[in-house]
């Protein structure tokens, strides 16, 4: 089956992993047709894919794996997808094709494979598997770990080696990883946890499992490495993905597995590698019992916090504190510690909206108004939010007031609350208003949008005209041509004969050059055009460039 552009929906990453998925067998088509697919990837367990389809494009995709249940689109889905891709078209309706292709090819494969082992003896066979163990880690991991309740030291220290020996590679003798290594190393990183990982999960080896996938995070997050390319993300994805499985299975001990993620995020204070930590901690530890240290974990963090994170912080801190049982009272108390920070009540404000308790909601604001006096970002804010909730709330004079005082008050980007002004006021009241907007310094970026509006295209011409510098002709120009087409076009040549004459490269002059035709449909503009061009030519006979370019639009 042809699918269109479905590669484009997943990261980099995520796609590499789909593709070894796939190309493991781990996919099982169970029915596909023009509409939809349904399959079973096997992985950590075995995730159920629906994939939904029209007009050849992927319009919808659902896994019941933990990275999809985020919104995410996962190395599962993507692996179902390399699987149809991959499919030929025969006499046999599509489904049956995928499936005796599959069967096909395993058969074959494991057919050869049984009757190669069939003729050996008892002695080759263990001679042949002690030798495929000691010429490859992964053989020698499956066999020493079988019924092993964790692993040996020994295979501790092998892993340590293992990652020093990437880092040592990829870096230059003062430790540094350059942009030009930077990739490979974090894909051979994340290869080789892959690789680690796969016979510690085949024995349930949940813990020493764990162990491997931080000294992976730890060996990655302390390096010198310019990662422009962002390659430390794709090795703590790869993380994030198998702490998503391992922390909430039954052999996990999250009360050890919290404390390395308190080591670390101690270790990485301040850096990016405790931004990476936090969410894990926020998300998958979820056992009543640990929530009290990760109360405690989080006061330590957010007495040393920047403003930047420290919103963030409190709002998961309050959000556990729900989660534990704290009265409302306590965390009404725990809010008020905070309370001169404006993003406590911002979320107090619309808690109140939101239940619309709009007398509440004005007598705050009027109290956050006092305590960020000094900031006018703040104070725009807070008469935006007025003028919302006295709309909702009336009575409408003190609704019009509000706007009328936002919009005199505070610099306007646009021209919502004027023309909301406009709506809500007497028309015989709007002439005087309008007069103080043209003169009030917080409205004076909408001047043209104004003079547009309110139809005053021959005071918007006039003053382009008087302007040294009439740049703004260009966003006005298709309203304003229908009006004055001769003298916009006058405009537009004085305009560009200032450009030209300023011009000193090649790609200057072709620019202006170009912008001659958008002459043509004045009156007269080609004529006029050419009339410049001539001038230029008569000016300029040694700008060689200049001339080359104007040839070439055959002016």
């Known amino acids: ?6 590669k484009m929906l997943f990261a980099p990453h995520i796609l590499s992993r789909g593709e070894e998925y796939y190309e493991s067998e781990l996919v099982e088509i169970e029915a596909m047709d023009e509409q939809s697919i349904e399959a079973s990837v096997e992985g950590t367990d075995t995730y159920s894919v629906e994939i939904v389809l029209k007009n050849n494009r992927v319009v919808q995709m659902n896994c019941n794996c933990p990275y999809a249940a985020d919104g995410n689109n996962c190395k599962h889905m993507a692996a179902v997808l390399f699987a149809a891709d991959d499919t030929e078209s025969t006499e046999y309706p599509l489904v049956e094709c995928i499936a005796r292709r599959g069967q096909e090819k395993r058969e074959a494969r494991d057919g050869a494979l049984a009757k190669a082992i069939s003729v050996l003896s008892e002695e080759q066979l263990r001679r042949l598997l002690a030798d495929a163990a000691k010429k490859h880690s992964d053989i020698w991991d499956r066999i020493t770990l079988i019924g092993k309740e964790t692993v040996d030291p020994s295979v501790r ?8 020996d990437i880092s040592r590679r990829a870096s230059d003798r003062h430790g540094f990883i350059d942009y030009y290594h930077a ?36 060996e990655a997050l ?22 998503e499985d391992l922390i909430p299975s039954p052999e996990a001990d999250q009360a050890k597995m919290l404390d390395w993620f308190q080591s670390q995020i101690r270790r ?32 330590k963090r957010i007495n040393s916090a920047n403003e930047y994170s420290l919103e963030q912080l409190v709002s998961q801190r309050i959000g556990l504190m729900k989660q534990i049982g704290a009265s409302s009272q306590e965390v009404d108390a725990y809010r008020k510690r905070f309370w001169e920070k404006p993003f406590i009540r911002k979320q107090e404000l619309d808690r109140l909206e939101a239940e619309k308790h709009w007398k509440e909601a004005l007598e705050l604001l009027r109290e956050c108004e006092e305590l960020d006096a000094e900031d006018r970002y703040l104070l725009s804010e807070y008469s935006v939010r007025r ?6 709330s009336g009575p ?10 936002h919009v005199f008050g505070f610099p306007q980007r646009d021209m919502t609350y004027v023309s909301d002004l406009k709506q809500a006021v007497p028309a015989d009241q709007w002439p005087e208003l309008l007069r103080q907007l043209f003169q009030n310094e917080n409205t004076k970026s909408l001047r043209r949008e104004l003079q547009l509006s309110e139809g005053m295209l021959e005071q918007m011409m006039a003053e382009l005209e008087a302007s040294r510098h009439p740049y703004e002709l260009q966003k006005y120009e ?10 916009v076009r006058d405009l537009l040549l004085k305009q560009l004969d200032n450009q030209m004459r300023q011009a000193s490269t090649r790609s200057a002059y072709a620019r202006t050059a170009q912008e001659l035709k958008r002459l043509y449909g004045y009156p007269d503009g080609r004529e006029k055009a050419a009339e410049l061009a001539k001038t230029w030519r008569r000016d300029f006979p040694r700008r060689s460039a200049m001339l080359e370019e104007l040839k070439k639009v055959k002016l």
Not at 157 to 164: F, G, P, T, V, Y
Not at 481 to 487: G, S, T
């Open 478 to 487: 298709k309203e304003l041509r229908k009006v004055f087409p001769e003298r």
């Open 1 to 6: 089956m042809e699918i269109t552009d479905w």
């Open 268 to 299: 990485f204070s301040g850096d990016i590698g405790e931004d990476f930590l936090w969410p894990v901690v926020f998300e998958h530890f979820t056992d009543p019992k640990l929530l009290p240290k990760i109360l405690t974990m989080l006061d």
């Open 396 to 405: 409408e004079w003190a609704w019009v007031g509000a706007l009328k005082r």
């Open 222 to 243: 302390s390096q010198e490495i310019d990662d422009s390319d962002g390659g430390l993300s794709f090795v703590v994805s790869s993380c994030q993905e198998y702490w």
């Open 157 to 164: 220290k092998r892993w340590a080696a293992d990652l020093r």
């Open 183 to 218: 990739s490979d190393y974090t894909e051979e990183l994340c290869s080789y946890l892959d690789e680690a990982i796969a016979p510690l999960l085949e024995n349930r080896l949940v813990m020493d499992a764990f162990d491997l996938i931080g000294m992976v995070f730890a």
């Open 387 to 392: 003028i919302r909730i006295l709309k909702q």
